[in-house]
């Protein structure tokens, strides 16, 4: 498969496998009505065979009963796997949607996750209040909000899971001031953060604020490690998240995760500061209910 994207094959496997399943088919049951082998469809099935061509794609979804609509996703899939770019693109809308199925298959499979992120929670560490709060500023019906958070909620298993991964979070200062909802919300997310930083498999390590212009490194980015195949970058910009797979792009970000780790305080006293800045959230929560509690009296 030369340069191709190994990681984008992966994944289209992995969805040719759901549709298989979806169908009620076994390999063996499939096989022989596509008229090969059941090891050529492992083969396919785990991006091990090296470039699929359309045609198969189309002919496997098609015997699985797969709607036009998913028969047309997974050939652009196809055809990303199948050049030698060593990147692709996975458009969605403002919030989750079509790429965090594509974020999940590569995060759930990867041994070590290292990330890098500038202005928010990531959202691996978000509780559910700090989640509503980022969502309320969105136009969604409540049901549409609700199984949002449902979503990311159940993403943040794979941190508790048996044999979970090893995760690095890097995380600017800012992100910890920047008031998501109120006080009590932020309280309760750094509490939060402390809780998961106390994880055997999670570090977190903050770039102070004092360190100013030395601790800007651009925008999140997140780099997956893999036991059998190479790195993966993933960047979630506002409209399409980009994996990057070609081994040059993926040392670079290495070498800024590097850089990072230099400016980042270390874990200890990264843990200080999200104490502190919790405990300031709690006694400004407390402060603003007497104010309330006043202003009530007085009226």
Sequence with gaps: MGARNRACGRELGDLLRVHRDAAGLTLRQLA??????????HRIETGERGTTSETEVVQYLATCGASYQDVQRLVGMCRDAGDDRGYWLCEHGDWMSDSLRSLIFH??????????????????????????????????ADEERAALVQ?????????????????????????????????RIMAEQLLALMFCADQW??????LPAAARETALFGGSFRCF????????????????GLFLEDPRQVAKYRSVL????????????????VAA??????????????????????L
């Design 107 to 140: 995060e759930t499979s990867a041994d070590r996750s290292e990330s890098y992120e500038p202005e928010v929670i990531p959202g691996l560490l978000q509780t559910e209040p700090y989640i509503s709060a980022l969502l309320a500023r969105q136009d969604f």
């Design 151 to 183: 979503a990311r909620m159940e993403r943040q298993r794979i941190l508790f899971r048996n044999n979970p991964a090893k995760f690095t979070f890097f995380l600017h200062e800012r992100a910890l001031r920047l008031e998501v909802g109120d006080y």
């Design 201 to 206: 498999n999670i570090t977190i390590r903050v």
């Design 277 to 298: 800045l919790a405990d300031e959230y709690d006694r400004a929560e407390g402060g603003w209910d007497e104010r309330r509690r006043v202003a009530q009296e007085q």
């Design 258 to 273: 590097r850089q990072i780790a230099t400016v980042a305080l270390d874990e200890e006293e990264s843990r200080k500061l």
């Design 225 to 240: 490690g893999y036991p059998r195949f190479g790195s993966l970058v993933y960047l979630d910009c506002r409209v399409a």
């Design 32 to 41: 022989p009505k596509l008229g090969c082998s059941i090891a050529h469809l």
